[in-house]
Each structure stands twice: as structure tokens, then as C-alpha cells.
């Protein structure tokens, strides 16, 4: 069910005992790939699947981290490291990113609510 807020879009996506801990997992979330992310403690985040870098849907794949107390995602392919709270990238790793990629990721707001992870996704402008 989606609801429309000030923010956008809320879409529920799955139950939060499906997500397992420390690992991603990719939703096809109205039409757009989200890699969505359950830390150790507890929080959820969700950023875009595509790897800027590389050009691949594969974030969902990342390995998830942390530099000092921001919690991170490093992709599967080239390893550049991202912010999953502001979806900065925060190492590089002496590359650019794919022609006409930003090489930051999209992130998106997520909530619970009674058990259930929802996605807000921006609306079409």
C-alpha cells in the first residue's frame, strides 16, 4: 500500500524480520532498484542499487561498515566507500565514476511502522 506524504511517496517494501543483519538486499521499489540495509543495531537504510562506478545494480551486495559513527556501504566491485545516512562517497578508490553518474548514492527516508519498513521515494518532479 502507498501513501502520499509532503516528502513523497511511502512504499512498503517488506517486513523488518526479513531483513538479516549486516546484509543488504535489493527491491524493485516502483520502478527503481533500492538496496536496502539492516545494521546491527537495528537501523534501516536504503540507497540506490546502481553502483556509480561500475554501472552495476549491485549495492544490495555491498559490504556494510562504518567510518567512525557513520555506518557505510562499500560496493562488491571497485570497493569505493559511501555514507549510507547522506550517500557521500567517501573513498574513491583513484576512480571515476561511470560517464553521466553522479558518484554519490540517492538515499532514501526510511520508517517502521508495526514491523513494516516503508520507503519514501521523491516524486516525480
Known amino acids: 500500500?502507498?501513501?502520499?506524504?509532503?516528502?513523497?511517496?511511502?512504499?512498503?517494501?517488506?517486513?523488518?524480520?526479513?531483513?538479516?543483519?549486516?546484509?543488504?538486499?535489493?527491491?524493485?521499489?516502483?520502478?527503481?532498484?533500492?538496496a536496502i540495509f539492516r545494521l546491527a543495531d537495528g537501523s534501516v537504510h536504503a540507497v540506490q542499487n546502481?553502483?556509480?562506478?561500475?554501472?552495476?545494480?549491485?549495492?544490495?551486495?555491498?559490504?556494510?561498515?562504518?567510518?567512525?559513527?557513520?555506518?557505510?556501504?562499500?560496493?562488491?566491485?571497485?570497493?569505493?566507500?559511501?555514507?549510507l545516512i547522506t550517500g557521500e562517497c567517501l573513498a574513491t578508490m583513484d576512480k571515476q565514476p561511470a560517464p553521466g553518474l553522479d558518484p554519490n548514492l540517492a538515499t532514501y527516508p526510511v520508517t517502521l511502522d508495526n514491523g513494516q519498513v516503508n520507503?519514501?521515494?521523491?516524486?516525480a518532479a
Do not use: W
Request: aromatic residues 6%.
Open 1 to 34: 500500500m502507498n501513501a502520499i506524504t509532503p516528502a513523497g511517496t511511502l512504499v512498503a517494501v517488506c517486513a523488518y524480520d526479513d531483513l538479516v543483519p549486516d546484509l543488504g538486499v535489493a527491491a524493485l521499489v516502483d520502478g527503481r532498484q533500492v
Open 119 to 123: 520507503i519514501c521515494l521523491p516524486d
Open 50 to 83: 546502481l553502483c556509480p562506478f561500475s554501472g552495476a545494480h549491485v549495492m544490495s551486495r555491498g559490504i556494510t561498515g562504518s567510518r567512525g559513527e557513520v555506518p557505510t556501504i562499500a560496493s562488491p566491485v571497485y570497493k569505493q566507500v559511501f555514507s
